[in-house]
């Protein structure tokens, strides 16, 4: 315990650490992502005609995919490379957030609903690994805590900037946004 302390280091040299940075933002990306899509796919979905139960069941897909992500995560992590697949998730997310106004169809919109999901559901988990892996024993809890609070700070400056954004472009700006956003991630 004494040990660990020594160790310890201040927030902004973790932060430091090569690869924090875009560990942390793809995950504030992603929760962002989900939090967007769910206030604002009724939203769309209204204006378009769909129903609420359709709504519904379109949020309910996309649940139920991140589970199914997750409940093979072990499986896929075995198999790929962990970075590859946190890529993958992240740029599968955003392409197919960003797409979501392009095409209010609900057949298409499932298919979003089904590869977002699964995106998301592995995104989370492997960049939680990935901020753990970078830091050294004695400062994993403060890059958790790092990282959770850049989670909760997306949830806050993300939908900000989807409402200022919306009032110029529109509702279907917001996905163009948050999609955005996603693959910046996948780039970083």
């Known amino acids: 315990c004494i040990r660990d302390r020594a160790a310890a280091v201040s927030p902004r040299a973790l932060l430091g650490t090569p690869g924090m940075k875009p560990a942390i933002f793809a995950s504030m990306a992603t929760l962002a992502a989900i939090d967007l899509m769910s206030a604002y796919l009724p939203v769309i979905g209204e204006k378009h005609g769909l129903s609420v139960v359709v709504v519904t069941a379109l949020i309910t897909v996309r649940t139920v995919a991140t589970i199914v992500s997750r409940a093979f995560m072990g ?10 697949l946190l890529w993958l998730s992240s740029l599968a997310a955003g ?3 960003f797409a979501i106004p392009l095409w209010v169809w609900v057949p298409f919109l499932a298919v979003i609903m089904v590869v977002s999901g699964f995106g998301f559901g592995l995104t989370q988990p492997l960049t939680m690994t990935w901020v753990s892996m970078l830091a050294t024993p004695g400062n994993r809890a403060a890059v958790m805590s790092i990282r959770l609070a850049g989670n909760r700070l997306s949830q ?8 200022a954004v919306a009032s ?6 917001i996905f163009f946004l948050s999609g955005g956003v996603l693959m910046l991630a996948a780039g970083l």
Not at 156 to 163: E, L, Q, W
């Open 95 to 97: 392409i197919t957030v």
């Open 168 to 173: 110029v472009a529109g509702v279907g700006s």
């Open 75 to 84: 499986a896929l992590t075995a198999r790929f490379d962990p970075m590859l």
């Open 156 to 163: 806050v400056v993300m939908p900000i900037a989807a409402s």
